[in-house]
């Protein structure tokens, strides 16, 4: 309801009409697993809210990250879906020749130096006045650092931690 919608807004933290308590609820009030408000928006007949969170635990009174019985998992777009054809190519049970697969082959020594190159032609390209050469060489190095991350057993949820927290530094 309003109430609650205006309460959400001055917290920032999603607040219900509970029916069953007959009163204002704030998901995470008992258990500390608040839903940080992220954004919010209202459709266009202006009867509906789409409320992206980011929960501060797990959201459901069962323990698990979600209701559906579904992980919170981190979404970055493509390159999620790029961390995950890495992951696969990186297999050993994985038998299609590919690039990746060559690289994760040929061991972390030669995939460190590829990261090296990249980094370096990305570096000489922004010196230089071609946006387009500058963006393909730094695509070509966040390509290969995934990939480094990967081998190193990591992934950008690792390095978004971390910049999270130097962020609250």
């Not at 299609?96 to 690289?103: A, D, M």
């Not at 060489?137 to 931690?161: M, P, R, V």
Request: with cysteine; charged share 30%; hydrophobic share 35%.
């Amino acid at each position: 309801n309003e109430e609650a919608l205006d309460k959400t807004m001055a917290l920032g933290k999603i607040t219900f009409f509970s029916r069953s308590k007959k009163r204002l609820w704030t998901k995470g009030e008992e258990s500390g697993n608040f839903l940080e408000l992220v954004s919010l928006d209202i459709d266009c007949d202006n009867d509906a809210l789409l409320i992206k969170v980011k929960p501060t635990g797990p959201t459901c009174h069962k323990g698990s990250d979600t209701c559906w019985n579904k992980n919170n998992t981190p979404n970055y777009g493509f390159l999620s879906e790029l961390e995950a054809i890495i992951a696969r190519r990186s297999e050993k049970a994985y038998t299609e020749k590919s690039y990746v697969k060559s690289l994760f082959e040929e061991g972390i020594n030669k995939i460190a130096q590829k990261v090296g190159e990249e980094a370096v032609e990305t570096v000489i390209e922004a010196m230089d006045n071609n946006d387009t050469l500058f963006l393909e060489e730094s695509a070509d190095l966040l390509f290969h650092y995934l990939i480094l991350l990967k081998a190193k057993g990591f992934s950008l949820k690792d390095i978004e931690q971390i910049l999270k927290e130097r962020h609250k530094n």
